[in-house]
């Protein structure tokens, strides 16, 4: 029996991540080395990133993001 869903089309990305951020806040979202964030930690990192691009580069609508491997990514 498969457990997953498959996704549909009536949501975005970021809502998608959003629902499940809010109902698994302390579980662990991403590890990287001996570093590990939690699904609240990553939200706001990810929320704060945006903040950063929609203040600094306003009316852009898509952005490419390459950057070293990190927790921070």
């Known amino acids: 029996m498969?457990?997953?869903?498959?996704?549909?089309?009536?949501?975005t990305i970021e809502q998608w991540f959003g629902e499940?951020?809010?109902r698994q806040k302390e579980?662990?979202?991403?590890?990287?080395?001996?570093?590990?964030?939690?699904?609240e930690e990553l939200a706001r990192e990810?929320?704060?990133i945006a903040h950063?691009?929609?203040v600094t580069y306003p009316?852009?609508?898509y952005v490419a993001y390459s950057v070293e491997k990190d927790e921070k990514l």
Request: charge should be positive.
């Open 46 to 48: 990810s929320d704060q």
């Open 52 to 54: 950063w691009l929609q």
């Open 59 to 61: 009316g852009i609508k």
């Open 20 to 22: 499940i951020a809010e």
């Open 27 to 39: 579980k662990i979202a991403v590890v990287c080395g001996k570093k590990k964030m939690t699904y």
């Open 2 to 11: 498969n457990k997953y869903k498959p996704l549909t089309n009536t949501k």
